[in-house]
């Protein structure tokens, strides 16, 4: 081979290299903004992960607040209740012992009328009027 064979043969070469030298820059090139995107990307996920939870805190510490306050009401809610209930509770005991008084009042008065003479002495004329009043 002759010098200026080879020198054209190392000069092709060396372009070629040069092209996929370029190629390869390129591509690494490409490579480099698509990590910088990635990088880019998570954080930005990660910051919206970050939000995310904060706001999940919130919203538990709300739920929860809000759990205690529903209690709370409720506690007061039955306690109110319980009170009324106990209450009409007394006032039906009271009203059950007054009438219990007055049946045995009206039971000891319809004892005495019964037992009274004027209901003994009576008590013909009353059969006579049943008779009649059946007739």
């Known amino acids: 081979m002759q010098n200026s064979e080879m020198v054209e043969k190392y000069r092709a070469e060396i372009e070629s290299l040069r092209v996929k030298a370029s190629s390869l820059e390129r591509q690494l090139d490409q490579l480099r903004r698509a990590e910088a995107a990635a990088k880019d990307e998570a954080v930005r996920f990660r910051f919206r992960s970050e939000s995310l939870e904060i706001q999940l805190d919130n919203c538990l510490e709300v739920e929860e607040r809000t759990k205690a306050v ?29 009438s219990e008084a007055a049946r045995q009042a009206l039971e000891t008065q319809i004892a005495t009328i019964y037992g009274s003479l004027s209901w003994k002495l009576t008590k013909p004329l009353r059969f006579i009027r049943r008779l009649f009043s059946q007739a």
Not at 79 to 92: C, K, N, P, Q, V
């Open 70 to 98: 529903m209690y709370d009401q409720m506690t007061a809610s039955l306690a109110a209740l319980d009170a009324t209930i106990r209450s009409e509770r007394l006032h039906l005991e009271s009203r059950l012992f007054h």
